[in-house]
């Protein structure tokens, strides 16, 4: 699946939990800022356990509440 998309807010403290949840290993960070490779299945994993809420797929995740389920506490 595409992964244009995502984004990432200058909030982001570069903590990995968005490469850590990833099932796909897809993400790498880079700099400091997650990078998202092609093995995508747009499962929002990473906009899920992002503990600042700086990851956003285009316009389409904005404003939309994330799971907190117990895999927000991936450290």
Same mark, same amino acid.
């Given at each position: 699946?595409? @992964?244009?998309?995502? @984004?990432?807010?200058?909030?982001?403290?570069?903590? *990995?939990?968005?490469?850590? *949840?990833?099932?796909?290993?897809?993400?790498?960070?880079?700099? *400091?800022?997650?990078?998202?490779?092609?093995?995508?299945?747009?499962?929002?994993?990473?906009?899920?356990?992002?503990?600042?809420?700086?990851?956003?797929? *285009? #316009?389409?995740?904005?404003?939309?509440? #994330?799971?907190?389920?117990?895999?927000?506490?991936?450290?």
């Amino acid at each position: 699946m595409k @992964t244009k998309k995502f @984004t990432v807010a200058d909030g982001c403290i570069s903590c *990995g939990k968005c490469v850590r *949840g990833c099932y796909k290993n897809n993400i790498k960070l880079v700099d *400091g800022k997650p990078v998202w490779g092609n093995d995508c299945t747009h499962c929002m994993a990473c906009i899920n356990q992002c503990p600042k809420g700086v990851i956003e797929y *285009g #316009r389409k995740t904005e404003g939309k509440p #994330r799971y907190q389920g117990p895999e927000s506490a991936l450290k």
